[in-house]
């Protein structure tokens, strides 16, 4: 099992990325292969046409449900178990908005947060989420983390968003993977208009602390496009 990690701000092309486009020349991940998980609420759709037909989000898994919505973490450290150890049809799980599991724990207490509430957040954060996805396991599952971002300071980098400091004084979730891509988007004139477009950054730039072993990809800038950074990790991982 492999983890990779996307990291970015809001509509910066993470959950398109991960999804075929022909339109838009992005190879994606097979959806037959995929399951997805939200943890966004019921306000993010997949970019995906008939996606409802697609991944079935009022099927179980056991039914063929490819989908599911939730910011519970003992649920989503339930669904990876079960991914892990019946699904093996299952290639690539995407937990998609992570950073919504902390902060709305913490926005949905209604009485002031306490260190033991900070505790329980990091603590089931970890257990039931990042300890399973990071457990060295044979399993041929490719887990995709993605995450929002915070904006550096003068002295500071790119981090990925958590919920406060008790996660980040013991931990950077950053040195956990060796596969860590950060979002960019720049704007170019085509035939007079403004286009965004839309990439992942394969090494640091700048404020940028992205990673990737050594030889993996030859540029530093690559489309956003998580089927073409699959297809080089396979490549690198099995390359004699």
């Given at each position: 099992?492999?983890?990779?990690?996307?990291?970015?701000?809001?509509?910066?092309?993470?959950?398109?990325?991960?999804?075929?486009?022909?339109?838009?020349?992005?190879q994606g991940l097979p959806l037959d292969q995929m399951y997805y998980l939200s943890c966004a609420g019921s306000g993010k759709e997949?970019?995906?046409?008939?996606?409802?037909?697609?991944?079935?989000?009022?099927?179980?898994?056991?039914e063929g449900g490819r989908f599911m919505r939730t910011r519970d973490p003992e649920i989503i450290g339930q669904l990876i178990e079960q991914i892990i150890t019946k699904h093996p049809d299952i290639?690539?799980?995407?937990?998609?908005?992570?950073?919504?599991?902390?902060?709305?724990?913490?926005?949905?207490?209604?009485?002031?947060?306490?260190?033991?509430?900070?505790?329980?957040?990091?603590?089931?954060?970890?257990?039931q989420i990042i300890n399973r996805v990071t457990e060295d396991t044979p399993r041929d599952l490719t887990v995709i983390l993605q995450f929002h971002i915070e904006r550096p300071t003068e002295t500071s980098d790119f981090k990925i968003k958590t919920a406060g400091k008790m996660i980040d004084?013991?931990?950077?979730?950053?040195?956990?993977?060796?596969?860590?891509?950060?979002?960019?988007?720049?704007?170019?004139i085509v035939d007079g208009k403004a286009v965004t477009q839309?990439?992942?950054?394969?090494?640091?730039?700048?404020?940028?602390?992205?990673?990737?072993?050594?030889?993996?990809?030859?540029?530093?800038?690559?489309?956003?496009?998580?089927?073409q950074v699959i297809a080089a990790v396979d490549a690198y991982?099995?390359?004699?």
């Open positions: 099992m492999r983890v990779i990690v996307v990291a970015g701000p809001v509509s910066s092309g993470k959950t398109t990325a991960l999804f075929p486009n022909e339109q838009l020349g992005i997949l970019p995906v046409k008939g996606w409802r037909k697609i991944f079935k989000p009022e099927s179980k898994i056991a290639k690539y799980l995407v937990i998609d908005d992570l950073n919504y599991v902390q902060s709305f724990t913490v926005l949905n207490k209604t009485t002031k947060f306490e260190y033991e509430d900070w505790r329980l957040l990091a603590t089931r954060f970890f257990s004084n013991y931990i950077e979730l950053e040195g956990l993977v060796s596969w860590l891509f950060f979002t960019y988007t720049k704007e170019q839309y990439f992942y950054l394969t090494n640091r730039l700048g404020p940028y602390p992205a990673k990737s072993l050594p030889g993996a990809f030859a540029e530093t800038m690559i489309k956003s496009d998580m089927g991982s099995n390359e004699n």
